[in-house]
T-cell receptor, first 107, second 112 residues
Framework: GQNIDQPTEMTATEGAIVQINCTYQ??????LFWYQQHAGEAPTFLSY????GLEEKGRFSSFLSRSKGYSYLLLKELQMKDSASYLC????????FGAGTTVTVRA | GAGVSQSPRYKVTKRGQDVALRCDPI?????LYWYRQALGQGPEFLTY????????KSGLPNDRFSAERPEGSISTLTIQRTEQRDSAMYRC??????????FGEGSRLTVL
């Protein structure tokens, strides 16, 4: 399988910014997804990067560098509802998931 | 349907029994995936289909696990002679050509 590494946990304050890094080793992939998963719920789509660079969508941005085997998800203006697990997903033919980063937003 | 539907949502069974988990994907979605998710972990790939063809089953843990999608729509994941270690959340997802996955609510399997 693919080696996908992301931090296990991160904590931040409401209104702050948090950056979740994801590094991977793969022989090839079409793109990289980020998914959000609240406790006890199904993962939901956040972003998709095919080309290198930054994709911005409201408070969330995602970056990809294929040459560096690196992606990050940037969460701005954190809200309490952003407390969740964030999953880095390689779009290889079987869609390989990282273990997820649990983000806790504190008041 | 409007979303991915999985049944049963919860299944409690005794060790040694067979179980069948069903997934009804979003209408028109070509690809269907099965994942297993342990608490605090990301989804672990089991198998996937394009239409009715099983493209990869390398993630199935052993030969007690099998999956089918005979008409290219509904899929069934079958676990024979269940063991306690099979207890997990089993998630199904379907995707359109863009690759974005849409997940069902999952089937929570508990083997006693």
């Amino acid at each position: 399988g693919q080696n996908i590494d992301q931090p296990t946990e991160m904590t931040a304050t409401e209104g702050a910014i948090v950056q979740i890094n994801c590094t991977y080793q793969t022989s090839g992939f079409n793109g990289l997804f980020w998914y959000q998963q609240h406790a006890g719920e199904a993962p939901t789509f956040l972003s998709y990067n095919v080309l290198d660079g930054l994709e911005e969508k409201g408070r969330f941005s995602s970056f990809l560098s294929r040459s560096k085997g690196y992606s990050y998800l940037l969460l701005k203006e954190l809200q309490m509802k952003d407390s969740a697990s964030y999953l880095c997903v390689l779009n290889d033919y079987k869609l390989s998931f990282g273990a997820g980063t649990t983000v806790t937003v504190r008041a | 349907g409007a979303g991915v539907s999985q049944s049963p949502r919860y299944k409690v069974t005794k060790r040694g029994q067979d179980v069948a988990l069903r997934c009804d994907p979003i209408s028109g979605h070509v690809s269907l995936y099965w994942y297993r998710q342990a608490l605090g972990q990301g989804p672990e790939f089991l198998t996937y289909f394009n239409y009715e063809a099983q493209q990869d089953k390398s993630g199935l843990p052993n030969d007690r696990f099998s999956a089918e999608r005979p008409e290219g729509s509904i899929s069934t994941l079958t676990i024979q002679r269940t063991e306690q270690r099979d207890s997990a959340m089993y998630r199904c997802a379907s995707s359109s050509l863009t690759g974005e996955l849409f997940f069902g609510e999952g089937s929570r399997l508990t083997v006693l």
